[in-house]
C-alpha cells in the first residue's frame, strides 16, 4: 500500500470505532462530567497524553480539571469524578488509584477497550471504545496501525467530539474557550 492509502484505511478504522461509540458512550460520559465538583484524568503512556488532551479541551470549558501526578492536583472526594484510561482492562497503577478515589467518596469513569478488565470492573462509570490496543494487536484481523495507536487515535477524536458536545450544552461558544487558553506560549 502506498502512504495515501494507508491513511484512508487507518481513518476508515478510525471512523468504524467511532460509529460503535456515537452517540451512547459520549452521552454516557457527559452527565458525570456535567455534574462533577472537579475532574481528575490519569492515563499512561500514549493513552496519558490523549488523557492530558482532554484534560485541557474541559479546562478550555471553564470546567474545574486537574491532571493526576502533578504539583497542583488537589484532593478528590465526594462530588469529584476521577477519569482513567485503562484501554487494555488493566494496570496496576490505575486500579490502586479508582480505588483511592473511591474511598474518599469520588465517582470513578473509566475509558477502555476491555469492559470486563479490572478497572473498567471497579470503576462506576465505563466508556467502552471498541478498538486494538497493545494487549490485542498480535491478531491476524488487528489494525494497520501499530500496537496500540488506533484506540489512542480513537480515543483523542472521541473526546473532541464529546468536548463539541458537552460545549453546546453547556451553552460555551469558541470565544469562552479561547478566554481560557494560556497567554504563556
Known amino acids: 500500500m502506498n502512504l495515501s492509502e494507508l491513511a ?6 478510525v471512523a468504524e470505532a467511532l460509529a460503535h461509540a456515537l452517540p451512547d458512550q459520549a452521552e454516557a460520559m457527559a452527565a458525570p462530567i456535567l455534574n ?4 481528575a484524568l490519569h492515563g499512561l503512556g500514549r493513552e496519558g497524553l490523549m488523557m492530558k488532551a482532554l484534560a485541557m479541551r474541559l479546562f478550555h470549558m471553564g ?7 502533578e504539583m497542583t492536583m488537589p484532593y478528590i472526594g465526594e462530588g469529584d469524578l ?12 490505575v486500579l490502586a488509584l479508582v480505588n483511592q478515589a473511591k474511598a474518599a467518596g ?3 469513569m473509566c475509558i477502555t477497550a476491555n469492559p470486563v478488565g479490572a478497572v473498567p470492573m471497579a470503576a462506576d462509570h465505563v466508556i467502552h471504545l471498541s478498538a486494538q490496543t497493545m494487549a490485542t494487536d498480535q491478531s491476524d484481523s488487528g489494525s494497520i496501525l501499530p500496537m496500540g495507536s488506533l ?4 480515543m483523542f477524536m472521541f473526546f473532541e467530539v464529546l468536548v463539541l458536545y458537552l460545549r453546546d ?6 470565544e469562552n474557550m479561547r478566554a481560557f487558553h494560556t497567554n504563556m506560549e
Open 82 to 93: 476521577l477519569i482513567v484510561s485503562a484501554g487494555p482492562g488493566h494496570f496496576e497503577t
Open 169 to 174: 450544552m453547556r451553552g460555551v461558544n469558541p
Open 8 to 13: 484512508t484505511k487507518a481513518c476508515a478504522e
Open 63 to 69: 470546567l474545574n480539571v486537574h491532571v493526576v501526578g
Open 151 to 154: 484506540y489512542e487515535a480513537v
Open 36 to 39: 462533577a465538583r472537579k475532574i
Open 106 to 108: 469520588a465517582q470513578t
